[in-house]
């Protein structure tokens, strides 16, 4: 009895001390807008300037023409003599053109969107005195992989940050490694630009991280030992209890082969 019991001691030691070792995940590790210095969390500097997005080699422009000129009016099939008109995309070429109808190659890249849609207003002008243009970017999306729910999704405002990109996604599995987030920037046709950073700091708000631009691809690696985490406090109490039931059935067992 007296073995059986010193077992049962040395099991129950052994599995309490996994369970100590597994742990859960707590809010040092996953929990966000923690302020800097405290548990390695790192501060950075402040950019309050937020750079509008230029347009790159191969994004696609769509664009709307408006003009109250009858003849251009029936080339394009509008009703009442007034013309609103969604073309297709239209994709920036490696030379930084792009063919819209009835103009010459317009150079639009390195221009905001509003910078070029006063070029491509100012080039349709001199073959349409009213013409009026509205410009947008058509990919205007940022893509999610890693330890999240993957997936391409919609800037639907300006100047989104990283937070609402991660809501759209439904935030960030418990396992994601929040230390070391990367944000793929592209450059047209150089190497794209990557950006690390601990989205657990409260610091990254107004900093060069915090906002997204279209095309960006955001990557969250899972961490090393999210194969030794329990998901939740439920989880941890779970595993003591099948682990003291482990223990009681062990010393029944025993105490059964004692008689």
Not at 39 to 44: A, D, L, N, R, V
Not at 108 to 136: H, M, S
Not at 191 to 206: G, H, M
Not at 211 to 233: C, E, G, H, M, Q
Request: hydrophobic content about 35%; charged content about 25%; overall charge negative.
């Amino acid at each position: 009895m007296k073995n059986a019991f010193k077992y049962g001691l040395k099991l129950l030691v052994v599995i309490m001390t996994g369970v100590i070792l597994t742990g859960c995940y707590s809010h040092r590790v996953i929990g966000l807008l923690q302020e800097p210095g405290k548990h390695k969390i790192p501060e950075y500097e402040k950019d309050t300037v937020h750079e509008p997005y230029r347009i790159h080699i191969n994004d696609e422009i769509i664009y709307r023409l408006i003009t109250m000129d009858e003849t251009i009016s029936k080339v394009l099939g509008a009703n009442e003599g007034i013309n609103t008109q969604y073309a297709n995309s239209y994709r920036v070429y490696d030379d930084g053109t792009v063919d819209f109808p009835f103009l010459p190659p317009v150079h639009v890249e390195g221009l905001t969107v509003e910078e070029a849609q006063d070029t491509v207003k100012a080039a349709f002008r001199e073959i349409i005195p009213d013409a009026d243009v509205k410009l947008a970017l058509y990919n205007k999306t940022f893509t999610v992989i890693g330890d999240i729910h993957s997936g391409e999704y919609y800037i639907y405002k300006e100047n989104m940050n990283i937070f609402e990109a991660l809501a759209m996604t439904g935030d960030l599995m418990n396992s994601g490694d929040r230390r070391h987030v990367r944000i793929v920037r592209p450059n047209g046709n150089e190497e794209p630009e990557i950006l690390e950073f601990d989205i657990r700091s409260n610091s990254i708000i107004d900093s060069k991280y915090y906002y997204i631009y279209p095309n960006d691809v955001i990557y969250v690696a899972r961490t090393k030992d999210s194969f030794v985490k329990l998901p939740s406090y439920a989880g941890f109490l779970g595993l003591i209890t099948s682990s003291v039931s482990l223990l009681v059935s062990v010393l029944n067992y025993y105490t059964t082969l004692a008689k």
